[in-house]
């Protein structure tokens, strides 16, 4: 058994040549007519040669002896050339064109290029404006194989992603009028298929084309097969939609306030309300039910437009009975599935921002009193970012901070023998068995879902990344920016009570999201992750 001990998500672009790729030469010394293409095929033991990596490739050779030989002039390479030359534009399928009203763009299907190589796609979105792809995954597909009744194993999938040109300032578009997408090979030709786009809103466009993702390398034996597709511009294309949606939104949030005012507050509160926001009330009169409560003010935000009213009339009974400075967010484009919590955080009327979901309960009514003490008396640097200790309803400690680990795997290279394979996994740090509150300690990161962190310094690192998708993974970046910057997370013993969120209503959207996501934090912390692991511990914690 050989070992090849491999880190995951070590980024490199790993995608093959295939293997009769022309080469781009109009000529050799004067002389017309060399094509790599016709020239491989018409001497196998050429083509043979370049596969095993003898040769470089065919022009390689014609350089070194083919030349002198008069390839060129054999019979089997002028039919071949001539074939070639009067041969149509390869056979180019479209599966799926989405559009956004802003100039987002999905674009998926397949081409049988395997004589003629698919180097450029084109497509117009408005006068001036074009997508144009010269570099973008390829992906097997056994479907075309067996409509084509080959074994050969080529690539014919592709998959385009592509932001608005012009960012969150474009143009709307009529993606009625989107000229059809134009496929360029290397032998010059081209073809241009006449379809109208479907039309979604970038929200939908963004979900499409994550959707895509669990299955892009599903015939693919390589681990990091799904990488190397996001390395070939997919994954900033997807993240940049992302990064448009939320900053655009931010734009259009209402802001309304109730209750009393005050001259400074000791900490801002803010949360997302997902779901029915008639429990907005009770779950606020647990928030606040301790005498402290009246130092600080609460925020939050609703994105479901159908919510509107009902947290209205939630934040008017909110102010009549507990009488709480409240400040509702109406954000009607937001992400019900991803935090929201930054859209709000520069309305705050306090230098501190307590990050708290939904799902959180106090576990102590006066909770706010023990952070206002932890604040006033803990040393500066284990206060600037902080989280709590997170309790399952059976009281044991589900979540005490994030750290990492290493797991190995045997994995089976069809052409190679079995070999390990090591990734490194985000891990919440839990006491199944301990239901007692642990001591203050540092920690590689500390869960959104309850985070208090100095307001200045949250500004100063920028906030939460809108590039991940549904907002997963944005605390454990954020507290390892912190780490960076020379002030890591810590743990302090303030208990909640932590009940887990649903599970997700677009399944296959957010296990692409999560794919995304994970490539996007890997892409930034992979090398700093395994330097924390190197040593001998088999856990990243501290």
Not at 515 to 521: A, G, S, T
Request: hydrophobic content about 40%.
């Amino acid at each position: 058994m050989a070992a090849r001990p491999r880190i995951v998500r070590a980024v490199e672009d790993r995608d093959e040549p295939d293997d009769f790729l022309p080469v781009e030469d109009a000529g050799l010394d004067g002389e017309t007519g060399f094509d790599e293409a016709s020239y491989l095929r018409a001497f196998p033991d050429i083509a043979e040669a370049v596969r095993r990596g003898t040769l470089e490739s065919g022009l390689a050779h014609y350089r070194l002896a083919g030349r002198i030989e008069g390839r060129l002039d054999k019979p089997e390479y002028r039919a071949l050339l001539l074939a070639e030359n009067t041969a149509p534009a390869p056979q180019v399928a479209v599966d799926t064109l989405t559009i956004s009203e802003s100039g987002a763009t999905l674009l998926t299907g397949w081409s049988d290029d395997r004589r003629d190589a698919l180097t450029e796609v084109d497509l117009e979105t408005r006068p001036g404006a074009t997508h144009n792809w010269i570099s973008f995954p390829r992906l097997n597909r056994a479907d075309v194989e067996r409509t084509l009744d080959t074994s050969a194993r080529h690539k014919f999938g592709f998959l385009l992603v592509a932001a608005p040109v012009g960012g969150k300032d474009a143009r709307k578009i009529d993606p009625r009028a989107v000229n059809a997408p134009v496929f360029r090979f290397a032998s010059g030709r081209e073809t241009r298929l006449h379809r109208a786009p479907a039309v979604a809103s970038d929200t939908d466009l963004r979900d499409l084309a994550l959707a895509t993702l669990p299955t892009a390398a599903a015939d693919e034996p390589d681990p990091d097969a799904i990488y190397n597709i996001l390395d070939r511009h997919v994954g900033v294309q997807i993240a940049a939609i992302n990064r448009l949606i939320v900053d655009r939104e931010r734009t259009r949030r209402l802001v309304s306030r109730t209750g009393p005012d005050r001259a400074s507050f000791r900490g801002s509160i803010v949360t997302v309300a997902r779901g029915d926001a008639t429990g907005l009330v009770p779950r606020l009169a647990l928030m606040a039910s301790g005498a402290s409560a009246r130092e600080y003010e609460f925020i939050v935000v609703v994105t479901d437009a159908g919510q509107f009213e009902a947290a209205s009339r939630a934040a008017r009974v909110a102010n009549a009975t507990l009488g709480l400075s409240l400040t509702m967010v109406l954000q009607p484009g937001g992400d019900p599935a991803g935090f929201g919590e930054d859209s709000a955080a520069d309305i705050a009327r306090s230098d501190r921002l307590i990050f708290m979901d939904q799902n959180i309960v106090p576990r102590d009514p006066d909770w706010t009193a023990q952070h206002t003490a932890l604040l006033d008396s803990a040393p500066m640097n284990q206060t600037r970012l902080f989280g709590g200790v997170l309790f399952s309803p059976d009281g044991t400690a589900s979540h005490r901070g994030y750290g990492f680990e290493r797991v190995r795997s045997l994995l089976t290279d069809p052409a190679e023998l079995p070999f390990e394979w090591e990734t490194i996994r985000l891990r919440r740090l839990t006491s199944p068995a301990s239901r007692a509150l642990p001591a203050p300690a540092q920690a590689m990161g500390v869960p959104g879902a309850f985070m208090s962190v100095d307001r200045r310094w949250f500004e100063t690192l920028g906030g939460f990344s809108r590039h991940y998708a549904r907002a997963a993974f944005d605390d454990i970046d954020f507290c390892l920016r912190s780490q960076q910057q020379g002030f890591p997370a810590w743990v302090h013993p303030l208990p909640m009570w932590h009940f887990e969120r649903r599970g997700p209503q677009r399944p296959e959207a957010s296990k692409g999201g999560a794919i995304l996501n994970d490539w996007l934090f890997h892409r930034q912390w992979h090398e700093s992750i395994r330097a924390s692991l190197a040593d001998s511990k088999p856990v990243g914690v501290v």
